[in-house]
């Protein structure tokens, strides 16, 4: 059973940057079956897709246009992590922030992190 | 594309049989997913492409479905049944969620 867990700062200052982590566990960022995305979900709001990334051979990524020109996510095979930076953050950003694991073709969310509170705040 | 869950939110009570609706603004076929969210956790998958169960789901729970009308149905609601659930479209970017369902005690 894959584990994913987020981690990085709760804390963001206004116009900085978002950066997260997500460690894989029992399962491997190089899967050929597999994308690793990122959602968030605004205090007691709805679901926001982010975008996904996945590597073989090299990095792919599929970014939501309404983030597109802030978002940049990455994958770090040799620690089995993938990487989400969200530039130019305002309070709008402020979210719970998950990591999760894509069923490629099919593209539904299979396993999920706990996810992790960031707020950006001066 | 948008979905369109109805009701928002609605009140059961245990062993009640409960049936949430997403209507999608176009065709989609049967490429939906159903999850269940309970308050401060992550989703859970409970089913996708409209009426598959994922592993390990209980199958008090059971989707239907095709083209632009959606339902998940729970056939009798248990206590950890309570919860917000969502509808997602499969293999459209970007990636869409419905509004969500909430379902809590009567």
């Known amino acids: 059973q894959v584990q994913l867990q987020e981690s990085g700062p709760g804390l963001v200052r206004p116009s900085q940057t978002l950066s997260l982590t997500c460690t894989v566990s029992?399962?491997?960022?190089?899967?050929?079956?597999?994308?690793w995305s990122w959602i968030r979900q605004h205090p007691d709001k709805g679901l926001e897709w982010i975008g996904y990334?996945?590597?073989?051979?090299?990095?792919?990524?599929n970014y939501n246009p309404s983030l597109r020109s802030r978002v940049t996510m990455s994958v770090e095979a040799s620690k089995n992590q993938f990487s989400l930076d969200l530039s130019s953050v305002t309070a709008a950003d402020t979210a719970v922030y998950f990591c999760?694991?894509?069923?490629?073709?099919?593209?539904?969310?299979?396993?999920w992190g706990r996810g992790t509170l960031v707020t950006v705040s001066s | 594309i948008q979905l369109t869950q109805s009701p928002s939110s609605l009140s059961a009570s245990v062993g009640d049989r409960v049936t949430i609706t997403c209507r999608a603004s176009?065709?989609?076929?049967?490429?939906l997913a159903w999850y269940q969210q309970e308050p401060g956790k992550a989703p859970k998958l409970l089913i996708y492409?409209?009426?598959i169960l994922q592993s390990g789901v209980p199958s008090r729970f059971s989707g239907s479905g095709s083209g632009s009308d959606f339902t998940l149905t729970i056939s009798s609601l248990q206590p950890e049944d309570f919860a917000t659930y969502y509808c997602?479209?499969?293999?459209?970017?970007?990636?869409?969620f419905g509004g969500g369902t909430k379902v809590d005690f009567k």
């Open positions: 997602q479209e499969l293999n459209t970017f970007p990636l869409t």
């Open positions: 176009r065709d989609i076929g049967n490429y």
């Open positions: 029992d399962g491997s960022v190089d899967s050929s079956v597999h994308y």
């Open positions: 990334v996945y590597y073989i051979g090299s990095t792919h990524h």
């Open positions: 492409t409209a009426s």
């Open positions: 999760a694991r894509i069923r490629q073709q099919l593209t539904y969310f299979d396993s």
